[in-house]
């Protein structure tokens, strides 16, 4: 939480942006509490807290997902709220930013509870949602099924609405291409990164932490373009296999609901555990999962030269410092994971315009925006001798700024 801080405040400076709008881009638009009285099958009722934090629509509606978490409080919310706000910003989408959260533990609840959930607090926030007011999509713990709950109860206040929300279904709605796209995002990054510095991408040895919508996808693209898979990981633990990994394999074994730890044992494949799956001697390092990883404890031990933020905020600002100063290059989340927003920037123009992409051109636009969104960012990092942190979170920080000006508010 305050690491976003910390990194606006960064940009800010950079850009020596005036007190005024400092003001302006440090605070949120608009946050909504609610409560969520949610009926238990049981017949018991459990009353939960939920938000929606709005925090800048300056360059257009707000965008952002939703968790469903215990530690998606208030403060959480509102500091993912603004990292979506640089971050359409750095993709130069027509977006704001925003985030939502309910503050609940759903791994215990059953599909019936959590879609009751999920309808009671649409249902609360519908005043505030809109297809050019504020876009939700998933995220932690909310999936397509989710969305689709909320595109129901939402149509049912408002007519047919399939654009109110993204990362819906592909059966309603959905756009086929969405559901890899963060992914491939990451990966046409690192590509692009390697271009760049003048590295093959094939042949590059990675170990990727989680195994999820954005692990799995990024495993799947990296084996397309040649690079060399050889650690991932779930919650339950990870697997190494220095000659590679058959990712496909790994693929049916989470998609059949297991981990990929029950690998272990079959064709020289074996067990290593979270933490030191993060230290192997890889040259690409991808947290995929959920929480900081590296930090100031482990950060001088990471051996990978490039580290590609699948996950959002992986690295706390002490470790993201030691890394910086090892030389290590780090594609920051705002930039390496956008190419979920971005995927959800083409559902929603597709819904829009009730037409839709083959999957062909929903995959070389994704593929066009990040590798010039890597090169802006690049280019500005090279121009100001700082980390490409910084300089992505200064274009974003800027492109906002300019808007905020534009539109009179300073
Ligand atoms: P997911 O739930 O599909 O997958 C998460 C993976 O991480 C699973 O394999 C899970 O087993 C593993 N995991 C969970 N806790 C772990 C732990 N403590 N140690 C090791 N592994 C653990 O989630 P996802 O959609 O892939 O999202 C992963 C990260 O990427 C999150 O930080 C999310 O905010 C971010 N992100 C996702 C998207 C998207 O489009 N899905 C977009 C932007 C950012």
């Given at each position: 939480v305050q690491a976003v801080a910390a990194y606006f405040d960064e940009a800010a400076r950079l850009l020596d942006l005036d007190e005024d709008t400092r003001e302006v881009l440090g605070s949120s638009y608009r946050e909504v509490a609610v409560q969520v009285p949610v009926r238990l099958d049981s017949g018991d009722l459990t009353v939960v807290r939920g938000y929606r934090v709005q925090h800048n629509g300056a360059r257009g509606p707000y965008k952002g997902g939703v968790r469903f978490h215990p530690s998606a409080d208030l403060d959480e919310v509102r500091a993912l709220a603004s990292l979506m706000t640089w971050k359409t910003a750095l993709l130069d989408l027509p977006f704001g930013g925003a985030k939502g959260g309910v503050e609940?533990?759903?791994?215990?609840?059953?599909r019936d509870e959590v879609q009751r959930m999920t309808r009671r607090y649409t249902r609360s926030i519908h005043h505030v949602l809109?297809?050019?007011?504020d876009i939700p999509a998933p995220d932690v713990n909310t999936d397509a099924q989710v969305m689709a709950w909320m595109l129901d109860e939402f149509s049912l206040l408002h007519?047919?609405?399939?654009?109110?929300?993204?990362?819906?279904?592909v059966a309603f709605?959905?756009?086929?291409g969405r559901e890899s796209a963060t992914g491939r995002g990451a990966v046409e990054v690192l590509a692009a990164l390697c271009r760049h510095l003048g590295?093959?991408?094939?042949?590059q040895r990675v170990a990727i932490q989680g195994f999820g919508q954005v692990g799995s996808w990024a495993a799947r693209a990296l084996v397309e373009k040649g690079?060399?898979?050889?650690a991932v990981s779930d919650v339950h633990g990870g697997v190494v296999r220095p000659e590679g990994l058959d990712v496909d394999a790994l693929v049916g074994l989470v998609a059949g609901g297991?981990?990929?730890?029950?690998?272990?044992?079959?064709?020289?494949i074996e067990a290593v555990g979270n933490p030191e799956l993060l230290e192997l001697d890889v040259d690409v390092l991808v947290p995929?999962?959920?929480?900081?990883?590296?930090t100031d404890a482990n950060a001088d031990r990471i051996r990978a030269r490039i580290v590609v933020?699948?996950?959002?905020?992986?690295?706390t600002p002490s470790g993201d410092k030691i890394l910086a100063d090892r030389g290590v290059i780090v594609v920051p989340d705002i930039l390496a994971n956008a190419g979920g927003v971005t995927g959800s920037y083409f559902e929603w123009t597709q819904n829009i315009q009730q037409f839709t992409w083959k999957e062909e051109r929903f995959l070389a636009e994704l593929a066009d925006r990040l590798s010039g969104a890597y090169q802006a960012t690049q280019r500005f990092a090279d121009d100001e001798g700082v980390t490409l942190r910084t300089a992505a979170f200064a274009l974003g920080v800027r492109r906002v700024a300019e808007a905020v000006r534009l539109r009179g508010y300073v």
């Open positions: 609940v533990d759903p791994t215990g609840m059953t809109g297809v050019y007011r007519g047919y609405s399939p654009a109110i929300v993204t990362g819906k279904p709605g959905g756009a086929p590295v093959d991408l094939r042949g690079a060399t898979v050889v297991g981990s990929v730890v029950e690998a272990v044992g079959r064709d020289g995929a999962a959920l929480g900081p990883v590296v933020e699948g996950a959002n905020h992986p690295t």
